[in-house]
């Protein structure tokens, strides 16, 4: 089992910045990928980014070069710094954790980017 516990939400202006942390109850050394998904209402959840086990970072097209996902191994934590925040990146954030072939998903926290 991995509980994640996401944090950072909020409301920021367009242009701004907010950074987002998920922590997990494991060391994640041992989580074979870990990252963000994001969801609109009424749309499906998808990628924004994301720790693959091979070491890769993979990124939504929307996101690249705005969005940095990066790691506090000691803190079992994972961050995405998100700048330059557009309207149409307003949805909830999940964290996701992929332990054991199972996923595991935190809270969500809301973002929502004013115009």
């Known amino acids: 089992q991995v509980q994640l516990v996401e944090s950072g939400g909020g409301l920021v202006q367009a242009g701004g910045s907010l950074r987002l942390s998920c922590a997990a109850s494991?060391?994640?050394?041992?989580?074979?990928?870990m990252g963000w998904y994001r969801q609109l209402l009424g749309k499906q959840r998808e990628l924004v980014a994301v720790f693959t086990s091979g070491g890769i970072t993979n990124y939504a097209d929307s996101v690249q070069g705005r969005f940095t996902i990066s790691r506090d191994n000691a803190k079992n934590t994972v961050y995405l710094q998100m700048n330059s925040l557009k309207p149409e990146d307003t949805a909830d954030y999940y964290c996701?954790?992929?332990?054991?072939?199972?996923?595991?998903w935190g809270q969500g926290t809301q973002v929502t980017v004013s115009s």
């Open positions: 996701l954790a992929v332990y054991n072939n199972r996923d595991y």
């Open positions: 494991t060391s994640i050394f041992s989580i074979n990928a």
